[in-house]
């Protein structure tokens, strides 16, 4: 994918929040109690595509992390006819970038182009901007991630670098784009 994305106008989220997007879905807090949910999400072949996920990780080790989040760390679920469809979280970073979030999302692949990304997305940007005073939200996506950095766009993320050979995915090395959001109105150099 050309690096012209990062020239690409970038549109504001949708009026009337996440929960508007789609009948049913409910964005709720990540609870201990999800941890198979999510972990048979993150063996979903797309979902494994598109993040850094390894194929085989003992449930165990998610019992573990989800018992024991990180207090900078803001979990969300996309729950749709009871079921967990999408995952997403903000982790606040510390120290002299503590006015930055890394951001990480799942949504499972029966579910892709139906609002959930949206309705994650708009979720973790309302907690960065109103909640957590967040000035600048990060994530990385593969280049070949075209959805993706459609929705991230979408939202105000904007291309800020290519990473290259970032990963060991499907038997190839594959680039990544490094993007970021800047709180509106809000400047490095105020």
Same mark, same amino acid.
């Given at each position: 994918?050309? +690096?012209? %994305?990062?020239?690409?106008?970038?549109?504001? $989220? @949708?009026?009337?929040? @996440? %929960? /508007?997007?789609?009948?049913? %879905?409910? =964005?709720?807090?990540?609870? @201990?109690?999800?941890?198979?949910?999510?972990?048979?999400?993150?063996?979903?072949?797309?979902?494994?595509?598109?993040? %850094?996920?390894? @194929?085989?990780? *003992?449930?165990?080790?998610?019992?573990?992390?989800?018992? +024991?989040?990180?207090?900078?760390?803001?979990?969300?679920?996309?729950?749709?006819?009871? *079921?967990?469809?999408?995952?997403?979280?903000?982790?606040?970073?510390?120290?002299? *970038?503590?006015?930055?979030?890394?951001?990480?999302?799942?949504?499972?692949?029966?579910?892709?182009?139906?609002?959930?990304?949206?309705?994650?997305?708009?979720?973790?940007?309302?907690?960065?901007?109103?909640?957590?005073?967040?000035?600048?939200?990060?994530? /990385?996506?593969?280049?070949?991630?075209?959805?993706? =950095?459609?929705?991230?766009?979408?939202?105000?993320?904007?291309?800020?670098? /290519?990473? *290259?050979?970032?990963?060991?995915?499907?038997?190839?090395?594959?680039?990544?784009?490094?993007?970021?959001?800047?709180? $509106?109105?809000?400047?490095?150099?105020?």
């Amino acid at each position: 994918m050309p +690096n012209s %994305l990062a020239d690409t106008k970038t549109a504001e $989220p @949708p009026p009337g929040g @996440p %929960l /508007t997007l789609l009948a049913g %879905l409910t =964005i709720r807090a990540r609870e @201990p109690s999800d941890w198979q949910e999510i972990s048979a999400l993150t063996e979903l072949p797309k979902v494994r595509w598109g993040t %850094l996920r390894l @194929p085989y990780t *003992r449930k165990e080790q998610w019992r573990k992390w989800m018992e +024991n989040p990180s207090e900078n760390r803001t979990g969300i679920v996309a729950v749709l006819e009871g *079921r967990i469809v999408g995952s997403a979280d903000i982790h606040q970073y510390e120290g002299r *970038r503590r006015h930055v979030g890394g951001v990480g999302m799942s949504v499972h692949d029966d579910f892709h182009r139906r609002g959930i990304g949206s309705a994650l997305t708009a979720a973790l940007v309302d907690v960065a901007d109103n909640w957590l005073d967040l000035k600048r939200l990060e994530l /990385t996506v593969y280049v070949d991630n075209e959805a993706a =950095i459609r929705l991230y766009q979408k939202f105000g993320f904007e291309v800020e670098g /290519t990473c *290259r050979g970032y990963a060991f995915r499907d038997g190839q090395y594959v680039d990544s784009f490094a993007m970021a959001r800047l709180r $509106p109105g809000w400047s490095a150099r105020q």
